[in-house]
DNA sequence: ATAATAAGTTAGACTAATCTAACATTAGAT
DNA sequence: ATCTAATGTTAGATTAGTCTAACTTATTAT
């Protein structure tokens, strides 16, 4: 069994090859928030257990084994997010840091009756896809609301980030999942958007926010 | 912040004491599994934190700011065990094992949120009680069912011991707490009850299982 | 092409939590 | 009262996870 610290290892390790692909041990270091050398010695050991493909001086790439250990750790993390909002009334700003302590309890009838209580969920609070039992992902291609022109109408479907502050800034503007989205108008100048929020509400949705929107185009 | 070890040591300190009062260097390592000289290390260590009051070769007993800690933590403990059995159906032999776990979940809201869906309860699935927010425990002294006598009618409320093995042993017999009981007749060579269950069933009860058995006389 | 910079590795130290072996103190039995 | 057995303490080693400092390899810019 991992330890709490190499489970997270191996998270931070799925996660940045999600993005990148190969991971450069500076990149794990930085996203784990320790120091190159204790990064280094982690690569040794999960290599040495058969959990990272590993050549010195060669970026590192999870083996399969390391790639659905890290799945269903956050399958766990994500069923938690989900089962915090749906069951306990939190809201999604406020599920991360909890979930990221309850992921590691060891318990799998735990995890199988939440699982079963929110009725086999498929994504998260966020609009990630929740691993299944196996550690396969079913990842959907979303489009990024920044991508579509003028007139589409779109359902918003996931956040490409949810650090605290953009999911407040999301709160205090009503914006949340599986609304629908038409776009009114693009500025040329800096991109930003006016759009119509379920038929109701004008807002105006920057660059960097429009960015961070992922949609179905409808 | 104490550590999840540390958590542990001052939760079996505070077990133990509820019994005896004094708590010996080798109850504790008995209680932790752990070597003796592991133990005194570590009471050395909550000595040093003003958790535990110790001079040596003396038995120990918690300071009351170790008292209240540790309280805290049987809190987070037994408001875990009733949520698992009211709100994810659990039953009251499951819960212990995942409680040990979630216990040291470092997070307010997820433990006031818990109170606030349970209704702020008082009691755990074992009729043990749940310290307050201050750590303040209400201790209700119960009789045990071996010590009754024929005739007397009570109702079961509390556990003194909920080991996995008794709480089967009471499900096959559907023994829960809240039932009433009517002593029909106690047998003098073994101290063994035949009883009356809700005015329906007759049930053969030994003395090991009535001595464990906490009521109150009706 | 090579020097400078970035990235990765090795060595050595530290802390927390554990162990065993050796030693010290206390308490109980006669 | 004192010797033995039980209990507690100290010393020293180990493992996991962390660090800094020093060194090596790879990459990039001119």
Redesign the interface.
């Known amino acids: 069994m991992a330890s709490q610290t190499e489970e997270n290892y191996l998270k931070s390790l799925f996660l940045l090859a999600d993005t990148n692909g190969e991971i450069s041990l500076s990149d794990l270091s930085k996203a784990m928030e320790i120091s190159i050398p204790t990064a280094n010695s982690m690569v040794n050991k999960l290599h040495t257990k058969g959990l990272l493909k590993y050549k010195k001086y060669k970026p590192l790439s999870l083996t399969s084994k390391g790639k659905k250990e890290a799945a269903l750790i956050i399958r766990k993390h994500r069923l938690t997010e989900i089962f915090l909002v749906e ?4 809201g999604w700003e ?1 599920v991360h ?2 979930a990221e ?2 992921e590691h ?3 799998s ?2 995890f199988e ?2 699982d079963e ?1 929110l009725s086999f969920p498929t994504i998260d609070p966020h609009g990630s896809p929740i691993p299944d039992k196996n550690g396969k992902i079913v990842w959907k291609s979303h489009e990024n609301l920044s991508n579509c022109k003028v007139g589409q109408k779109v359902k918003l479907v996931a956040l490409s980030q949810s650090s605290d502050e953009f999911l407040k800034f999301l709160n205090a503007k009503n914006i949340c999942l599986g609304m629908k989205i038409e776009i009114l108008s693009i500025e040329v100048f800096d991109q930003s958007m006016l759009v119509l929020c379920e038929g109701l509400r004008k807002e105006h949705l920057s660059f960097i926010v429009s960015e961070k929107l992922l949609v179905e185009v409808l």
């Open positions: 069951v306990m009334g939190f406020q840091e909890i302590q309850i309890i060891n318990s009838v735990f009756r939440m209580l």
